[in-house]
Structures are given as C-alpha cells and as structure tokens.
C-alpha cells in the first residue's frame, strides 16, 4: 500500500481531502499532514511517503519551494499539487519539477481527485526500480532506531522472532524494556521538528544520567520519548507522572515552552509498543478537559467520561431561529450548553466533531448578512485557523461564543438600518399580489439575500413571506367574489392561478370555499337591505 502526504495550511482542506477518499479502496493510506513545506520538509526528511499531495501557497515554506526542496534532496516521490486559479502561474513553475497531476481546489470533486491519484498509483505501479533513487533515498533515510519505533508503533510485528521478543536492530541499538511511552504536546513557541525534538532530547538528558531514552517523531510530527524504567529509577523519581512533571517544568523555565506530557502504561514486550502509543496519545489529547501544561497517566481516564450519555446534536435550525430572531440570551445559553455536554462526556474527538459543525454555520450565516465577502472570506479562514488553536474545552466555549456574538452584533446593526426594506416589500406585495412574486424576486427587489430577507419580515410582520402573500391575495380575493365574477378568475386576478389551489387556500384561511363565502356575502347583503327597509 502507497504511503500519502498531505501538505495544507487550512486544517478543514486537509480534513476534507481525508474524508473525501475512500483511500484504502484504491490502495492507499495517509500516513503524513503539514500545515506548511517546512513541516512537511522535517517529516519527508524523515519518512519519506510515495505520494506528497501539496498546496501552492502557504505561508512559512510555499508548495513550490517544497517541492524544490524535496528533489534537490533526492526524493522522487510523486507530486499532486493544489491551487486556485489565480495561482496558475505558480503551478506551472512546478511542472519543471515533475509535477504528476494538477488540481483547481474550486473544482476539485471526491470523483476528479480520486481519479488523479488512482493515475499515479498505476504509474507507481508501473515504474521501474531507479537505482540512483534508491541510492538518495537511503541516504536520506532516518535513523534506523526512530524508524523501527515507528514502524512498532503503529501495530508491525518485532522482527522474525516469536511474538513479544526483543527484535535483533532494538538490541544492537541499546534501546531496553520494559519502558514507558510519553507523547509530548509543545503548545508555545515556534518550534520546528527538528527543535522540538533537540529541546526535548536536551531536557531528558538534563533530568537524568541514564542515556538509553530515544526520542522520536510520529508521523503528525509530534515528539514521542520511549523512557526505559532504568532512566526513571535513576532520575530517583516518586513515580512516572511526577518525573514527567518535571520534564514540564525544566521546559518552562530553561526554553519558556509549555507542554503537555501523556503517559502510557509500562511497556513490557515490543508488541505492546502500539497499545503503549494509544494510551500516551489519548491521556495527552485529555489537556482538553484537565488544561495544558500537565502530566496525565492514562490510567487517570478510566471512568473520566460519561458512560451511556445521550448523542450531543447541534441543531441548524435552532441556532438559525436565535440568531434571525436576535435572541442574544438564548443563543449564548444554548452555545454553553453544547460545551457543558462536552465537558461531561470528556471526548476530545468529539469537541473536534461539533466545533467543526458550529464552524459550518458561522461560516454559512456570515454571507447572508454582509455584503462585504471580502471581509466574509477573511473571516472564514480565521475561523478554520483559529479551529486548530483551541486547545481547552474553555478556550472552545469562550472563543464560540465570542464568535457567535459578533454575528449577532452584527445582525442586529444591520436588522436596525434594513427594518425600511420590510415596508418596502411589503408596498409592493400589496401593489404586485396578481403578479408572480417569489421570495428570490422580492429580497433582489430589497437588495438583500434571500434567507436573510425570510428571516428578517418574520420578524418584522409576524408571518412568513409567503403567509403574508396569500393572505394580501385571499383579502384581495373576498372584495372581488361580492361581485359577479366566477370563482376561477377571481383567483386569477388575484394571482393564484391554479382554480383548485386558490380554492383550497381560501377555505383554509376564511374557513369557507370561494362560492360559499360569495352565498355568505350576498345572504348578509340582503338581510342589510331587509333591515334598512324595515
């Protein structure tokens, strides 16, 4: 199975173009992400994938000069580059480079994209060994030892001998169990991987006088520590948890980083590496809940989250009706009480799933409401790289809510200078009822989008658009049937053209059919007339 890199400053493409892809259908896995090139540079540098898959522009390392970079390096994996149209110039500076297949992001379909890399997986098929790559590549290749970590971490068997045994290059290379994993998480400075990982290796060596500790980066280029027992016992530490908390201090005060460090349980054979890796990755991913800067063993999970707890469920419609009926109360209680439920359950991918929901609907009211769309895209990019900043349940809380409430800010200024396109529209229903008006016609005709107008007159004059249309048509419709006029033209002048439809909306709102309230009309005439007689 190939190995995919995807290399994109905005986390929601990058989240896309994973979920878009069915990848092991057509033989493929990601095994890499980067927010820039000089991310993804250290982590090819590293473990180099088949296929890098690279945004143009980014900010700190351009796509372009990645992928100078990359073969000026000796790899020669294959290329698909994205870009928006504007970037076409850049892209072709790429093809120099070998670039296998171009995308346009604004057109790029789950079908389009798969079709591009089921290409150049036939190509990688089809390609014969290059004896001068194999050569770069080795020489390119990381460290044996991190390398096999990695492998190890990720489920693959330790080596031929039986099941649990100490593989022969772990032996050569000192490495020694029964150890612990630590999976540390640097949420300050502007570290690269390589950084990250010397600062690292610096403080461990620092701590204690043991040296059979190896540090090594994941694939999401985040520093992992296998930590022999024999390192701990001469650090002549209380217990693991306390010995990694002053890993965390001796950052803060040597490098003014903060870190956050999730434990493992020990590790006794190399086939328990995996399982060790989980547990330091999902205590490490719990600084959601407990806060950033802090030591958590994953045996402090056990029984942290809400057990048989109903589905949290954001609902659109809800947030739509509190934010078009400018319930400034409602709406910020209502946010709460999503993280409320978050904070109960204790689930940090789930935190993930329903920010990225309440990020849609920002993202999608925002249009509706401002005509500036300069200012809207702005806003929408801000809003996905603020998504991957967030880094405590109440950072999340606060910063929605703060996000939320400059939305409604912002309607409410422009619901107080828009209140006249209301009047408006509705002088002109009253003097176009027989023509065909749709909601899209009268909110052009306001110069306002078509769910913001609907929401703003139901606010406005208490029904909908189209309840207030029918009713201005039916009230028009009773003055014309105390005349002589047959019933399916009244409904036609009226602008109801279908004589059944006109029928059954009159009875539903006055009650009678149209020759029933004619009959009703003309029997209270001529009592009238009787009376005045009389």
């Known amino acids: 199975m190939y190995r995919v890199m995807i290399v994109e400053d905005e986390f929601i493409v990058r989240y896309g173009i994973r979920s878009m892809i069915d990848w092991e259908k057509i033989g493929l896995e ?73 995308m346009i992001k604004s057109d790029m379909m789950p079908r389009d994209f798969e079709k591009a890399l089921t290409n150049v997986k036939a190509s990688l098929d089809s390609a014969e060994p290059d004896p001068e790559m194999n050569t770069k590549a080795s020489i390119a290749e990381p460290a044996r030892k991190e390398k096999l970590l990695l492998g ?47 600062v690292i290796h610096e403080t461990f060596e620092h701590i204690g006088s043991d040296r059979s500790f190896v540090v090594f980066a994941d694939k999401q280029g985040e520093i992992n520590v296998l930590l022999p027992v024999a390192y701990h016992e001469a650090a002549e530490s ?32 190399w086939t328990g590496l995996s399982k060790a890796y989980g547990e330091a990755l999902a205590a490490a991913k719990q600084s959601m809940f407990a806060g950033i800067g802090k030591a958590i063993s994953h045996s402090e999970l056990a029984g942290a989250k809400e057990a048989d707890a109903a589905p949290i469920k954001v609902s659109q419609s809800h947030i739509h009706t509190l ?88 309607m409410i200024r ?19 009822y027989q023509q065909e008006i749709s909601l899209q016609s009268i909110s052009h005709f306001v110069h306002l989008s078509k769910n913001y107008f609907a929401n703003l007159f139901k606010k406005e004059v208490g029904e909908s658009f189209l309840e207030y249309v029918t009713r201005v048509r039916i009230e028009k419709a009773k003055v014309l049937l105390a005349g002589e006029m047959k019933a399916a033209d009244v409904g036609q002048m009226v602008g109801i053209q279908d004589p059944k439809y006109f029928s059954k909306v009159f009875k539903k709102i006055t009650g009678a059919t149209p020759s029933e309230y004619r009959s009703l009309v003309k029997e209270n005439k001529e009592s009238k007339e009787n009376k005045d007689t009389l």
């Open 30 to 102: 990601v095994t890499g992400e980067a927010a820039n090139g000089k991310e993804a540079l250290e982590l090819i540098r590293r473990d180099p994938p088949d296929i890098l898959i690279t945004d143009i522009k980014m900010p700190v390392m351009d796509g372009i000069q990645l992928i100078e970079e990359v073969r000026n390096s000796g790899f020669m994996m294959k290329v698909i580059i994205l870009s928006n149209l504007e970037e076409f110039q850049y892209a072709q500076k790429a093809i120099r480079y070998g670039v296998s297949e171009y």
């Open 152 to 198: 190890l971490i990720e489920g693959s068997r330790p080596g031929d001998g039986e099941s649990g045994s100490i593989p022969e290059e772990a032996v050569l290379k000192g490495m020694q169990l029964p150890a612990y994993l630590l999976y540390t998480l640097i949420h300050t400075g502007d570290c690269g991987l390589l950084e990250k990982q010397q």
């Open 238 to 269: 209380d217990g693991i948890k306390q010995l990694a908390e002053r890993i965390i201090f001796h950052l803060s005060q040597a490098y003014g980083l903060v870190c956050t460090i999730g434990l493992s349980g020990r590790v006794s054979d």
């Open 323 to 410: 934010l078009y009926g400018l319930q400034s109360k409602e709406l910020h209680d209502y946010v709460s009480s999503l993280f409320d439920q978050l904070n109960r359950r204790q689930d940090p991918d789930l935190v993930q799933l329903i920010s990225l929901e309440l990020i849609m609907i920002l993202t999608a009211v925002w249009p509706d409401v401002s005509s500036d769309q300069h200012h809207v895209v702005h806003l929408k990019k801000q809003y996905f790289d603020q998504l991957s900043k967030l880094e405590t349940i109440e950072q999340s809380r606060e910063w929605f809510l703060q996000a939320f409430a400059e939305l409604l800010e912002h």
């Open 414 to 432: 422009i619901y107080n200078s828009d209140r006249n396109s209301i009047i408006k529209a509705t002088q002109y229903i009253q003097q176009h």
